[in-house]
Nanobody, 116 residues
């Protein structure tokens, strides 16, 4: 069982930056691939970024490539999403995801609002 708690979401102006954090419980954090997803009002949840269990591999949605960076600190059981050059279309609830052994775990989400 993995419990995930996101933090760092807030209101920010377009062009600004934010860093989201996701703290995970459990002793097997380093065994899980981690990801960030987002859900804008009236839209389905969408993939943003993912990082492998060891941190050596990352991938991004085309819409955030070059602006967002995912990273993890396995010693702190935490995954991060550094977001730069934010746009109003990045406004959404951002969810942390842990995937392992065919199971997905989700956090409760953190709201990011980008004003124009």
């Amino acid at each position: 069982q993995v419990q995930l708690v996101e933090s760092g979401g807030r209101l920010v102006q377009a062009g600004g930056s934010l860093r989201l954090s996701c703290a995970a419980s459990g002793r097997t954090f380093s065994s899980y691939a981690m990801g960030w997803f987002r859900q804008a009002p009236g839209k389905e949840r969408a993939f943003v970024a993912a990082i492998s269990a060891g941190g050596g591999s990352t991938r991004y949605a085309d819409s955030v490539k070059g602006r967002f960076t995912i990273s993890r600190d396995n010693a702190k059981n935490t995954v991060y999403l550094e977001m730069n050059s934010l746009k109003p279309e990045d406004t959404a609830v951002y969810y942390c995801n842990a995937r392992g052994w065919g199971v997905d775990y989700w956090g409760q989400g953190t709201q990011v609002t980008v004003s124009s």
